[in-house]
């Protein structure tokens, strides 16, 4: 381990305290390094000052790879190497090309969009998670506050997380 | 910011907190498997031992085994196919569309109805895979695979191919979406086994969830990610029985050759679906206890989407016959008429009374909240649902064009094991899940249980 990290620990049980306490450590300009919840909190993402996700993005253009991928592939397949007269309709004939088309559009889209969630989450099988409080998968939300990157002393961050609501503040070290 | 309502209808009864939650759920995964679930799973194994021995036979002997004939070359295989392809649509219908609608009770049902989605596609997908004669050569037919006879590339106009795609997208993004439900739950099991001092369980759970840890930026991003999946889910669940259904309304045959088919087999995948859901939830709430979670309120909606889908499904079989005499053509005409006159008119009229009477009775609020007329009424709904496919197919080909080809269809021993062996292999999965998985959804359960617990 190269260096120590001190974290004070916060522990809330309600969502909506929760979401205050957020809003208002961070005005009094203490820096939150992360909140650890068992289910989404909505608005926590804002009231932490996450930039909304781009995920979106990624599955749109993994969707229009599949979507270029199988048209091409079935007009090449079927209107140009191997170009068969079936049903008296055109070598390459797009609408019944579209079932196709759709649902690898929506396989590629799905399955990019989840590698890359994977991906950028880091969530590996291998990976052991550091918790912070083992409660934050059970029913406790966990509010962690890295002290190397505060300026605030320990007591001063103690007072305005007990303040703010925390029902436990916890001294972390790893 | 997403705003809602503080007044909300009970979804959780019992005064549960977010600990109950965990504690209720994981309990199944964490106890040893009860007597009654070994002899659930036991005769479940027996189906699937006989089935199997059933598909060993049509492997070994080839499709011969089974009752079709040239007049009937499609019947059982493709009815249970249908079947199951349809009861998988509910699942998808609740975790995907029920999400876009933002319909909260969907939550404590969803992982279940999901589980039976992926289940009932494997199922599904076993028979035209052993209709293929050689199952082992299914994905080198089926798919555009460089091949030493030309390469002579699969046929992209045909709706057999077409639902080659549907089905393997859908079985996969379901797969997917189930699973991203699943990883946090995951790790609530994780953590739990740690503080049990369970670590080998602690271990296989900690690989299962990917390493969750919950932090607010995942979920922000699992969010985006949940979602995105149920806008791709809801196309792709209409696309797949709308291809199934092409299977036959692309054809020239009377009977099949229909253009309200899409519409009307999505109406019927949805109806069945619910009812599967219905079986298999009321048997697991009773099991594992779970009255609490999955209430009477829920499964008075799923009864009211049974009686909405039923309704439409009426609708469409009154139509199809409106058009077989408005469009006056003789050979239509007939195929409607022999279906409900000729030698298969029980097979049509089961499929009306189970599809389109029974479910009638769950106007009546009394019916749609007793569990066991729900029972009941489920399962007749699957029964009819399986009559309809069997007469949509066996009856629109059973008088063919020349009367000395005319002729009725027998399932064999072998037709009747292959129906077994998906069975035994659904029930043996669901089995397996139940036990091992955590049935109800906690994370999304816990997101509501502020705002929707019965107050103590």
């Known amino acids: ?174 | 910011m997403q705003v809602t309502s503080t007044l909300r209808e009970t979804l959780v009864t019992g005064g549960k907190s977010v600990a109950d939650v965990s504690h209720d759920i994981s309990r199944q995964v964490e106890g040893k498997p009860t007597r009654s679930w070994w002899a659930a799973f036991g005769i479940s194994l027996v189906l699937l031992v006989f089935g199997a021995y059933s598909c060993w036979m049509l492997l070994w002997h080839g499709v011969g085994v089974w009752g079709l004939n040239k007049t009937v070359g499609w019947a059982w295989d493709i009815t249970n196919f249908v079947w199951w392809v349809g009861i998988g649509h509910a699942g998808t219908l609740i975790s995907a569309i029920l999400l876009l609608f933002r319909q909260r009770w969907r939550m404590s049902i969803n992982r279940a109805a999901e589980a039976m989605t992926i289940f009932a596609v494997i199922c599904a997908a076993s028979f035209p895979g052993f209709h293929m004669g050689r199952l082992w050569l299914g994905f080198y037919w089926a798919l555009p695979l460089p091949n030493t006879f030309g390469s002579l590339w699969v046929n992209f106009n045909s709706p057999l191919l077409w639902d080659v795609f549907a089905i393997s997208t859908y079985f996969s993004v379901s797969l997917v979406f189930w699973y991203m439900g699943l990883i946090p739950d995951f790790a609530v099991i994780r953590d739990r086994a740690v503080k049990m001092g369970h670590m080998t369980r602690a271990r296989i759970y900690n690989a299962l969830s990917f390493g969750w840890d919950g932090a607010a930026k995942t979920w922000m991003r699992y969010e985006s990610v949940a979602l995105i999946l149920a806008g791709l889910s809801t196309p792709l669940v209409l696309s797949v029985h709308t291809i199934v259904s092409f299977d036959f309304a692309t054809s020239v045959i009377p009977g099949w050759h229909t253009t309200i088919f899409p519409p009307y087999f999505v109406a019927g995948a949805i109806f069945s679906g619910f009812a599967m859901v219905l079986t298999l939830l009321l048997v697991t709430r009773k099991v594992f206890k779970l009255e609490d979670y999955i209430t009477i309120y829920h499964v008075e909606l799923m009864n009211i989407i049974i009686i909405i889908t039923g309704s439409i499904v009426g609708v469409a079989y009154i139509t199809e016959f409106f058009i077989a005499w408005y469009g006056q053509v003789d050979a239509e005409y007939y195929a409607f008429y022999n279906r409900a006159t000729g030698p298969y008119w029980w097979a049509y009229w089961s499929m009306m009374t189970c599809n389109v009477i029974s479910p009638q009775l769950f106007w009546f609020k009394k019916i749609r909240t007793n569990l066991m007329a729900t029972f009941i009424l489920a399962a007749i709904v699957n029964i009819g649902m399986w009559f309809e496919r069997f007469v949509i197919i066996v009856t629109s080909i059973h008088r063919d064009y020349l009367p000395s080809s005319w002729t009725m269809f027998h399932p064999t021993i072998y037709d009747i094991g292959q129906y077994i062996f998906t069975f035994g292999l659904f029930f043996t999965f669901f089995f397996l899940f139940a036990k091992f998985f955590p049935v109800i959804n906690m994370a999304e359960v816990k997101s509501i249980i502020k705002s929707t617990s019965e107050k103590k």
């Open chain 1, 1 to 174: 381990m190269s260096e120590q990290k001190n974290y004070l620990v916060g522990i809330f049980n309600d969502e909506d305290v929760l979401l205050d306490a957020v809003h208002g450590i961070r005005e009094k300009g203490v820096k939150i390094e992360e909140v650890y919840s068992p289910f989404p909190v909505h608005g926590l993402d804002e009231a932490l000052g996450y930039r909304r996700s781009r995920l979106p993005i990624a599955a749109f253009l993994f969707g229009m790879t599949g979507t270029i991928l199988a048209l091409s592939t079935q007009i090449w397949m079927l209107g140009f190497d191997w170009p068969m007269i079936i049903g008296g309709k055109n070598h390459a004939s797009i609408p019944p090309f579209i079932p196709v088309t759709f649902e690898f559009t929506v396989l590629l889209s799905a399955f990019g969009m989840v590698g890359t969630f994977f991906i950028v989450s880091d969530l590996k099988p291998y990976k052991w998670p550091k918790l912070h409080d083992i409660r934050c998968t059970d029913d406790k939300h966990v509010m962690a506050i890295n002290l190397g990157s505060n300026k605030l002393s320990k007591n001063d961050i103690s007072d305005i997380l007990k303040k703010a609501g925390a029902e436990e503040v916890n001294e972390k070290s790893y």
